[in-house]
């Protein structure tokens, strides 16, 4: 069974940094593409960027290049989202999905990042 | 890109049928066979139940069908029941980066 299993629920203040992970299994980790997808309160999903385990090939939405980080452990297939400097509109929850055929079937639980002061 | 057009809203009575609708451009939708749909429950992670315009993943009840005329992809959801009551959301692929999705807003179906 494939299974996607994020990090718990984060609240940080503004400026902080903040690195949370997607841990993958039932499937080869290294052999599909896994996503990042923003949902702010109570609005809809955003496309945040992608990587390739395999080779740690990675792209970003133009809305989301400089602003985020996406990298991977090979060793613990798990996928990984990190902000250097948070800001309070970055509060959301965040997904990973797996990227299969061009859609999204697999999904995390989601993680909630609450950003205020 | 900007994002995919849905409606807001939908609703329907149990056996009744909807269609919720997905608008894009030329360039997304219209332009590749690459639309899914994904139905999230409140509090809980999106599911996929529609890829590549019209294909169900195994597991699907055929009740979800789904197409696309132009630019505009549509999701169906025949004999409506109490547990569809959920957000549907679009997304298509974006061609140009090569890996961009689009997402819609969301469209929240009520069973009255």
């Known amino acids: 069974e494939v299974q996607l299993v994020q990090s718990g629920a984060e609240v940080k203040k503004p400026g902080e940094s903040l690195k949370i992970s997607c841990q993958v299994s039932g499937y080869s980790f290294t052999s599909e593409w896994i996503a990042w997808v923003r949902q702010m309160p109570g609005k809809g999903l955003e496309w945040m960027g992608i990587i390739y385990p395999g080779d740690s090939d990675r792209r970003y939405s133009p809305s989301f290049q400089g602003q985020v980080t996406i990298s991977v452990a090979k060793s613990t297939s798990t996928a990984y989202l990190q902000w250097n400097s948070l800001k309070a509109s970055d509060t959301a929850i965040y997904y990973c999905a797996r990227s299969y055929n061009l859609a999204f079937d697999s999904w995390g639980q989601g993680t909630l990042v609450t950003v205020s002061s | 890109q900007s994002a995919l057009t849905q409606p807001a809203s939908v609703s329907g009575s149990p056996g009744q049928s909807v269609t919720i609708s997905c608008t894009g451009t030329s360039s997304d939708v219209g332009a590749y066979n690459y639309v899914s749909w994904y139905r999230q429950y409140p509090g809980k992670a999106p599911k996929l139940i529609i890829y590549?315009?019209?294909q169900r993943p195994s597991g699907v009840s055929d009740r979800f069908s789904g197409s696309k005329s132009g630019n505009t992809a549509s999701l169906t959801i025949s004999g409506l029941q109490a547990e569809d009551e959920a957000y549907y959301h679009c997304s298509s692929y974006a061609g140009g980066n090569p890996f961009e999705r689009l997402f819609g807003g969301g469209t929240k179906l009520t069973v009255l």
């Open positions: 590549d315009v019209s």
